[in-house]
């Protein structure tokens, strides 16, 4: 009924015409008392009769042709639409037209694609080269703490021979110069512990550039397998030990019991940058717990429920209740990320885009300057053992 109502829209005027023709001829046939008059009315009849047979197969026609652009305009394979016939030249143009900007939207779509995958290409590499030039610095500042080490121990070794009546003012000049050497040596130990902290965040960043990257392709790069979750965690929590005693911050692993079918690697990617976010906004001194849940939110496995979480806790400096909604946003940064600049709003958005592949849920439970509790459903990955 809708397309039968869109037809006679679209032929209203035609029709008026053609039954405005009638009642003319009529009104005259009538007015003059024409000879003949059955004659007319039944020619008249006859092809109103056959007007009415052309309506029906031009609203067949008709209706055909709006089915086939409705489909198109809901298919979302836009690469292989199908246009109508065209009635006539006016249509024909409009086909044309169609064609053209498709053909353009094309190009411009293959132009686009061939330039993302140019620029992924590049990062690639880049990331790779890099890897070179930080393993050489991290060996550098190695050889350099080793240096440094040597020299303490040398100075605190060091005696005097030497009468100490006989020698009075050279041991009060060896002794301050001692002195001094002990503070420079502490001073380049303290460079070199704050060197060695900025090559970790270089590393760490670059690893997440290509963490990025194969995230937009990883489809190719799943390993599904059964994880320890004791396991996953240590070794994050291994990378991160220095920047636990550098800041002096306190951290709990309780009793882990629990394994998830899942993949290694990428579990590992998002523990990890869940605990980097921890360490980043706690306080020195502060402290990071790490546990999990089961059933009803009981730390102790609970045989009747299969649910399982895997919770990251800091008492750092917490998140906005109104930022909560959208820190896994690309980009956001929220609150905390206009107060350190250096924030780039993409950690957590790579978290989420790995969890929801591999089918875990990270929700966030947290208020301002109260800390952050991170949860990681993982019930659809949990692989119970009796």
Known sequence: MRLLFLYLKNKKSNIIQVVLAYVVLLLVIWLYNLPYYEAFSFGIELYGAIYIIYLIYDYSVFADKIRTLERNIKTDDIQNIALPDKKNDV???????????????????????????????????WAHQIKTPIAAAKLIIQSLDDVVRNLENNSLGNSYNESYDEHYDDFKNNESNEKNDDNDLEKLDRKLNELSHEMFRIEFYTDAVMDYLRLEDISSDYEFKLCRLDVAVKKVVKKFAPQFIGRHISLHIEQIEDSV??????????????????????????????????????????????????????????????????????????????????????????????????????????????????????????????
């Not at 044309?96 to 620029?119: C, M, P, T």
């Not at 750092?316 to 924030?343: A, C, H, Q, V, W």
């Open 91 to 125: 249509e024909a143009l409009y086909a044309d037209i169609i064609i053209k900007l498709h053909e353009q939207k094309r190009k411009q779509y293959d132009a686009g694609v061939e330039a993302s995958r140019n620029l992924k290409d590049y990062y690639a590499c």
């Open 261 to 386: 079918c899942t993949d290694s690697k990428w579990l590992g990617f998002i523990i990890e940058q869940l605990i980097s976010n921890a360490v980043k906004y706690s306080k020195d001194g502060g402290s990071v717990r790490i546990y999990t849940l089961h059933g009803n939110g009981d730390i102790k496995k609970n045989s009747k429920n299969d649910s399982l979480q895997l919770v990251i806790e800091d008492t750092g400096i917490g998140i906005n209740e109104e930022d909560i909604p959208r820190i896994m946003e690309r980009g956001f940064t929220g609150y905390n990320g206009r107060l350190d600049r250096k924030s780039s709003g993409i950690g957590l958005y790579l978290c989420r885009k790995a969890a929801d592949r591999l089918g875990f849920v990270i929700t966030f439970d947290a208020s301002y300057k109260n800390g952050t509790r991170v949860v990681i459903d993982m019930t659809q990955r949990y692989t119970k053992h009796e």
